[in-house]
Structure formats: C-alpha cells, structure tokens
C-alpha cells in the first residue's frame, strides 16, 4: 500500500523541564518533576499526520540503545510505519535537554548530533509526499535526483539547511526568521517570492503567535492565529509542518490547510512536551466547528 506521507530525519528522545524563570550563567533553579517524550522535527510531524488520519512512516536512524528502543516504540504506539527506521550499532540515538519558561511558554534547547539514513534507504516510491528536516534533506535530495516520477518533497525549513535547493521542491515550510534568511529581500513578501522563484511550487512561512503567510498564485495570504493559553510551545513548528501536509494530502488549498495547521499547532501547546498535546481529527474537527470559518484569500489583498 502507498503511504500519504514517509517523513525523513530526526526523532529524539527529550528530557523537558519546567521552571519559573530561565537559568542565567552559572545559576541554579529549581524545576519540576521532569518529562521524559518523543520529540524531533519530522517524528513529531510523522505522529501530527498519524494523529490527524493521514498513512505516514518514517525513515531515519537511531542506536542500538535504550533510548532508540523506547523512540520507536513512541512512534509504533502512535500508528507510525517504522519499517524504515534503521537501528545502527555505534550510533547514539539524539537526545534534548529543553527548559521551559512557565512565564511565557517559550523554550531553550541543548541536543545532541542526529545520523541522517542512507539515501539508497529512503522510500521514494512508497508514499505520495517525503517530509524532510534538516537532517533527512540531504539523504532524501541524494534518493530523488534523477527520479521525477518519485514522491513529492515537502521541506522542513525552520533548521537552516546547509545548500539548500528548492528546485522542484513542492511544499517549502521555514519560518519567517529562516525564510529572510535564506532569501533576502526588502519584506517577507519578496522573501516568499524569491524562494517560488527559486523553485518551491508552494511555500508557507510560520511567524508564531502572528499566524503564518502564504504564497498563492503569486500573492501573499496572511493566515491569523489561533489564540491558546500555552504552557509550552516546544513542537508546535512540527506539528504545523504535519498539519499542513495533512490538510495538502486531503485535498484542501494551502489557505484551507495552513488555518487548520494553525489550529492543530496551538492547540499542541497545551501540554509540556511537543506531542501529548497534538489533537486528533475528531478534536479538531470540533475545535473549527466553534470558531469562525476558514480565511478566504480575497479577505487579505
């Protein structure tokens, strides 16, 4: 059976604390009971598309070691097709330290190196889309090159990424911080445009608490926010990236699709870690039934 998604790259065990103010250098401050849960940019998408209806697997590599183990058990648990998670001897499996700001929600981040899977391992043809993050783009651009009949690339663009190439690219996904970086250009309007012209078919940009933009047919849609009161916001640029893409596979526009991601991503932010808290399509399903329709393009020109 063809997959709707096989995302690529880096799934990591985090150890998350809680705490009232940041530590400065060479302070101490007291937290709460730690948390232990699956994180990474495209595992964490993987269980969004899992979560939200979506086939999704997921390719990558962790270590023969306990926190491998318990990665692809997390992702097994959460109806993720881990054929294509690799275990390899003398690798060890990424991890994170994050503290969390229970003030303002936001979140500081110390992890280790990610092993990006062989390009002859990635499933080009088993799914309709490949997701990559910084770590599987290189791996999955090798597996495309010469394949235009091959899955459609989606690319994780909140991690800078070492040459990247958007040609042929058919969903570009960076922040706005990312996007300007990576394309200069006098405004974030200019910057969605330069990276079309540089080849993504699609390109959303996410800015947080102030929604997302994206790019249709040369025009520029702001997409608004959905209003939450976080406890954390660890993932939520993740689970934006696998709402998207599952609105995209269930033939919805990229308006239609970056609201619902919108939704799906604020309402992850309930929770301490980035996965506990991703909704499931009955939720929110409910959630948009309670609040007003989806933004129509011709509201923002």
């Known amino acids: ?20 103010r940041m530590p400065a250098e060479d302070d101490r401050v007291l937290g709460e009971p730690f948390v232990v849960a699956g994180g990474g940019p495209a595992a964490t998408a993987a269980v969004t598309l899992a979560r939200l209806g979506a086939s999704v697997g997921f390719c990558g590599v962790v270590g023969d070691d306990d926190a491998g183990e318990l990665s692809r058990r997390l992702l097994d648990e959460e109806g993720v097709d881990t054929r ?9 499996t990424p991890q994170s330290v994050i503290v969390v700001s229970r003030a303002s929600g936001s979140r500081s981040i110390v992890t280790s190196p990610s092993t990006p899977p062989d390009p002859g391992s990635v499933p080009i043809r088993a799914s309709r889309w490949l997701h990559v993050d910084q770590t599987g783009y290189g791996s999955a651009r090798a597996a495309l090159r010469g394949e ?25 996904a960076p922040t706005v911080g990312s996007l300007r970086d990576a394309f200069p250009a006098e405004d974030v309007p200019g910057s969605l445009r330069a990276a079309a012209a540089a080849g993504a078919r699609r390109v959303v940009a996410t800015a947080g608490d102030e929604g997302c933009q994206v790019l249709v047919d040369g025009q520029v849609v702001h997409v608004p926010p959905v209003t939450v009161d976080p406890v954390s916001t660890m993932g939520a640029g993740d689970v934006f990236h696998g709402a998207l893409l599952a609105g995209l596979v269930e033939g919805m526009s990229p308006v239609e699709a970056a609201w619902r991601a919108n939704v799906v991503a604020a309402l992850s932010c309930r929770s301490l870690d980035g996965r506990s808290g991703i909704p499931d399509a009955a939720e929110t399903g409910k959630y948009l039934s309670a609040v007003r329709p989806a933004p129509r393009i011709d509201e923002y020109r």
Do not use: Q
């Not at 294509?84 to 060890?92: F, K």
């Open 84 to 92: 294509w998670l690799r275990t390899r001897p003398g690798v060890r």
């Open 148 to 172: 235009p009949d091959a899955a459609s690339l989606s690319v994780d663009g909140g991690n800078p990424i070492p040459g990247l190439d958007l040609e042929d690219v058919a969903l570009y």
């Open 1 to 20: 059976m063809t997959l709707d998604v096989i995302c690529v790259g880096v799934v990591t065990i985090d150890t998350i604390a809680m705490v009232e």
